[in-house]
């Protein structure tokens, strides 16, 4: 079993509509979690940070985790076609030790 | 946010060569890392790049085909060596901004393809 899991996709939703990507882990040593989007040939981009469970929220873009059920969420409102991209979790366990898993990434399309 | 470049952004080689990347950082940081997109798979961790001594690999990682330098806070290099076609991937460096926040960013990638 992978550490984190994460459906690959693709997802296509229409413009305006909410979009819900979602990750599971089963190592609860996991303490702060995020989320990169990634644009095709480009860099992984860092989105949301955090490392508490409950939601965070920048602009269009919630960040959920729930440390119970080893289950994170990134939920983007008001999706437009530039949201188009692959979207990556990834999660560390040691604030010292910076190394980080990730999910294979989920490939997002919005149609116009 | 730490601004990275990486160079070169692309290249193809041939089976059996090596090719050296470069990571260029515009401000000192503590953590470097390098790490390996394959299609369709994960980012994989390949190892830590730790400034004035050898680099830390992941399991399945070995420095005689990955070896690794970091001369200062700003800047490290990766040598895919003795390449396969299985070497096809993208490479990417990424740093810890630090500031109390492990917060980590990633350069822009270098694409490998192996003939």
């Known amino acids: 079993q992978k550490e984190v899991e994460q459906d690959p996709g693709p997802l296509s939703v229409p413009e305006g509509a909410i979009v819900s990507l979602n990750c599971t882990y089963s190592?609860?040593?996991?303490?702060?979690f995020m989320w990169y989007r990634q644009y095709s040939r480009k860099g992984p981009e860092l989105l949301m940070y955090?490392?508490?469970?409950g939601n965070k929220e920048d602009g269009r873009f919630t960040a959920q985790v729930d440390k119970s059920s080893k289950y994170i969420s990134l939920f983007i409102r008001d999706s437009q076609p530039s949201d188009s991209a692959t979207y990556l979790c990834?999660?560390?366990?040691?604030?010292?030790?910076?190394?980080?898993?990730f999910g294979t990434g989920t490939r997002l399309t919005i149609i116009p | 946010s730490a601004v990275i470049s990486q160079k070169p952004s692309r290249d193809i080689c041939q089976r059996g060569t090596s090719l050296t990347i470069q990571c260029q950082v515009d401000?000192?940081?503590?953590?470097m890392f390098w790490y390996r997109q394959q299609p369709g798979q994960s980012l994989t961790l390949i190892a830590t790049?730790?400034?004035?001594?050898?680099?830390?690999?992941e399991s399945g990682f070995v420095i005689d085909k990955f070896p690794i330098s970091r001369p200062n806070l700003t800047f490290s290099t990766l040598t895919v060596s003795n390449m396969s076609p299985e070497d096809s991937s993208i490479y990417l460096c990424?740093?810890?901004?630090?500031?109390?926040?492990?917060?980590?960013?990633f350069g822009p990638g270098t694409r490998l393809t192996v003939l």
């Open positions: 990424s740093v810890v901004s630090g500031h109390g926040v492990n917060e980590q960013f």
């Open positions: 790049a730790n400034q004035g001594s050898e680099a830390t690999y």
């Open positions: 401000s000192q940081v503590t953590m």
């Open positions: 990834g999660m560390g366990s040691n604030f010292g030790n910076e190394k980080l898993t």
């Open positions: 190592n609860s040593a996991f303490q702060y």
């Open positions: 955090t490392y508490s469970s």
